[in-house]
């Protein structure tokens, strides 16, 4: 709460700079730049705030909207399909870039805000997901293993929307609740807020979190990869010593 | 308690994994098998992804044989010669198994391939022992026991193989050459479906080989020690998927429920518990069909590029 009021106190100091422009300023932060995926942590929830500030016309009503992306990575999805009565992979579709992580919040349901086409430029909303296919160009096949994997990442918590997740008080300050499940992957996460008004994007600006490993995870990861043998070698130590050791702990029962 | 796993990424409850551990290792102590048919399928269903589930049910694996391996040598209840062969054909097929392993998942086909496999060795096994030990049972209360125990023999398949030796702990004079490729086939399925084998040998090892039902729970589980620890070898070069914190885990449990196990195993009547362990067998290979046949558990899969 301490932070969120000397961000204020920094805002009301600067509002003087930013007056001579035209174009509203948009003021993000995240309640934490860092998630450490370590022993004890089950997830956290990213609290994302700020406010607006128009120069111009402070009565207007804006939407906000934020999306949070985490790193983006090259998949192949499969697709069952049912043959001569068992369920086996048959087609699949290939994507150059699908971020690990997406959530979005808004102040009202995405097409209440914007129009469709918006939605798909900023990519505002589950549906509109920019997926980057690279094999078929069926759009009703493409269309189907889109929401394929979307549904399978919203029931894993990896992909979310949280319509009216977006706060507005007295026009100015925004917040957002964002939860971040344990399942996600380190790496580079982006922040991006945009502020709304009569259907066009007027301002947008972006922050980032970073999650990574840190300490014995880090350690186990890297031994993992870097000294495969070692490793190896370890976890069969570890796994003989253990069973040696409880034969002789419950000899002596 | 909530563990973070590093190498499966995702936090989980780790008394759960403990209690997971607990039941496959008393399964392991009371059948001698590896309890992994069971570990592998839970762990996925529990949310851990399936190549981490595989490689780190098969470190616990040998957790839990390494006691049960000890406790039957000091009864002079392992053949090791007959071991050595098995672990030599093992070898081979826990590395023939990476490579159609590798071959399949290129196909995409390895998660059909593993279920197929899971109904068709589950299924048929646990249907013989369930009828096995029914009739038993039946046998018993009609009070004509010990007739059908008279003589094991083998089957006349292995008969035929050249080159005889001598197993004298397991009173036969066969072929190498049996024992060997039961020892490939276990291979490749451990490496294919993270588990044991144990299942598949003990029978395979009565039944087929015919041998003495004194030392068969003993070398099938010094079998399933080494080769479990050349598939966690195998898997930390070419998957990298062996979570320490999750084999640790289930090692915590299994190694204590194969302690318990070998109690129970003690005072129980060993028809009652194959009769218990065919159910579970059963029970997992009709999940599996479930999936394949009715309603997969997912449509689409993720596989990175």
Do not use: C
């Amino acid at each position: 709460m301490t932070r969120l009021l000397a961000f204020l106190m920094a805002l009301l100091l600067a509002m003087p700079a930013f007056a001579q422009s035209e174009d509203p300023i948009l003021v993000p932060d995240i309640s934490q730049h860092e998630i450490v995926l370590q022993q004890g942590f089950t997830g956290a929830t990213l609290l994302l705030y700020g406010a607006v500030l128009d120069p111009a016309d402070s009565d207007a009503q804006y939407d906000v909207v934020v999306v949070l992306k985490g790193p983006s990575e090259p998949i192949l999805l499969r697709e069952k399909e049912r043959i001569f009565g068992i369920w086996v992979n048959s087609e699949e579709s290939a994507y150059r870039s699908v971020p690990s992580f997406y959530a979005m919040a808004s102040s009202r349901p995405v097409l209440d805000i914007v129009d469709e086409r918006t939605a798909a430029i900023y990519e505002l909303g589950l549906d509109y997901l920019q997926l980057s296919p690279s094999g078929s160009i069926d759009p009703a096949e493409q269309q189907r293993f889109s929401e394929g994997l979307v549904d399978l990442r919203q029931r894993q918590g990896l992909y979310a929307q949280y319509d009216e997740g977006v706060e507005i008080s007295q026009g100015v300050l925004y917040r957002a609740d964002i939860p971040i499940p344990s399942n996600v992957v380190a790496g580079r996460y982006v922040a991006e807020t945009f502020a709304i008004y009569d259907g066009r994007v007027i301002s947008s600006a972006t922050s980032e979190v970073q999650v990574f490993k840190e300490g014995f995870e880090l350690g186990v990861e890297e031994a993992a990869n870097d000294y495969s043998f070692f490793y190896g070698l370890f976890a069969v130590g570890l796994s003989v010593f253990m069973g040696w050791a409880a034969g002789r702990l419950f000899a002596l029962v | 308690m909530d563990v973070y796993l590093p190498i499966a990424n995702l936090a989980v409850d780790g008394l759960v994994i403990v209690a997971l551990g607990v039941a496959t290792g008393i399964l392991s102590g009371v059948f001698g098998v590896g309890g992994g048919f069971l570990t592998t399928p839970l762990l996925i269903f529990y949310g851990i992804p399936p190549t981490v589930a595989a490689a780190s049910a098969a470190t616990q694996v040998t957790g839990a044989s390494v006691s049960g391996v000890f406790a039957h040598s000091r009864k002079d209840g392992v053949d090791y010669q007959m071991g050595a062969v098995t672990v030599a054909g093992g070898m081979v097929g826990a590395l023939l198994g990476a490579l159609i392993f590798n071959l399949l998942r290129s196909a995409g086909q390895i998660d059909v391939v593993i279920n197929v496999l899971y109904v068709l060795m589950l299924g048929t096994i646990g249907g013989l022992m369930a009828r096995e030990s029914l009739e038993t049972l039946r046998g018993s209360k009609d009070g004509s026991t010990g007739k059908r125990a008279a003589k094991r023999r083998h089957h006349p398949m292995i008969a035929s193989l050249p080159y005889r030796w001598r197993f004298y702990k397991s009173g036969l004079y066969i072929s190498p050459l049996g024992p060997l490729i039961l020892g490939v086939v276990v291979g490749i399925l451990t490496m294919l479906m993270g588990v044991g084998g144990g299942f598949f040998m003990v029978p395979a090892m009565l039944y087929i080989l015919g041998m003495s039902a004194k030392v068969v729970v003993g070398t099938s589980l010094f079998n399933i020690l080494f080769i479990t620890m050349l598939v966690t070898m195998v898997h930390a070069f070419t998957t990298r998927a062996v979570d320490i914190v999750l084999a640790g885990l289930l090692l915590i449990g299994s190694v204590t429920g194969a302690q318990l196990g070998t109690k129970i195993a003690n005072f129980a009547k060993p028809e009652h518990l194959r009769l218990v362990l065919a159910m579970i067998v059963l029970a997992i290979a009709l999940r599996m069909a479930f999936g394949l046949g009715v309603r997969p558990d997912e449509v689409y899969t993720v596989v990175p590029l």
